[in-house]
Nanobody, 122 residues
Framework: QVQLVESGGGSVQAGGSLRLSCAAS????????MGWFRQAPGKEREGVAV???????SYADSVKGRFTISKDNAKNTLYLQMNSLKPEDTAVYYC????????????????WGQGTQVTVSS
C-alpha cells in the first residue's frame, strides 16, 4: 500500500508558476509509474504528466512546454513544475502511482493522493 501526500497547490495569477510535490511512503525508484492528474468541476479526471521508473516522461498536449514532471528518488518525492499557468489549468491536482502499468489514463493507477487545489485567475 502506497501513501501519497500532495502539497504546493494554491492561487496564482495567469502567467505565474507553482510547484507541486507528492511525498510517497514507498521508495519511488521501486514504483513503476507515477503521474499527475487533474480534475476540474464537472469534468472527467485527465492525465497531465507521467514518469516511469526509467525516467521516461509523457505530457498532455495542453501542458507541453509549460509543465515539467520529475522525481527525486533520494527524497521519495514526485514534482510537477508548472509555468505560464492559464485559467484553464484550474483544477484539483492528484498524484498517482502504480507498480505495473503506466500511461495517461487515470484508471490505470491504483494509488492516489488526496489532491491539492490549483486556482489560476485571469
Amino acid at each position: 500500500q502506497v501513501q501519497l501526500v500532495e502539497s504546493g497547490g494554491g492561487s496564482v495569477q495567469a502567467g505565474g508558476s507553482l510547484r507541486l510535490s507528492c511525498a510517497a511512503s514507498e521508495l519511488t525508484f521501486s514504483i513503476y509509474c507515477m503521474g499527475w492528474f487533474r480534475q476540474a468541476p464537472g469534468k472527467e479526471r485527465e492525465g497531465v504528466a507521467v514518469i516511469d521508473s526509467d525516467g521516461v516522461t509523457s505530457y498532455a498536449d495542453s501542458v507541453k512546454g509549460r509543465f515539467t514532471i520529475s522525481k527525486d528518488n533520494a527524497k521519495n518525492t514526485l514534482y510537477l513544475q508548472m509555468n505560464s499557468l492559464k485559467p484553464e489549468d484550474t483544477a484539483v491536482y492528484y498524484c498517482a502511482a502504480d507498480f505495473s502499468i503506466c500511461g495517461m489514463w487515470y484508471t490505470n493507477y491504483n494509488y492516489w493522493g488526496q489532491g491539492t487545489q490549483v486556482t489560476v485567475s485571469s
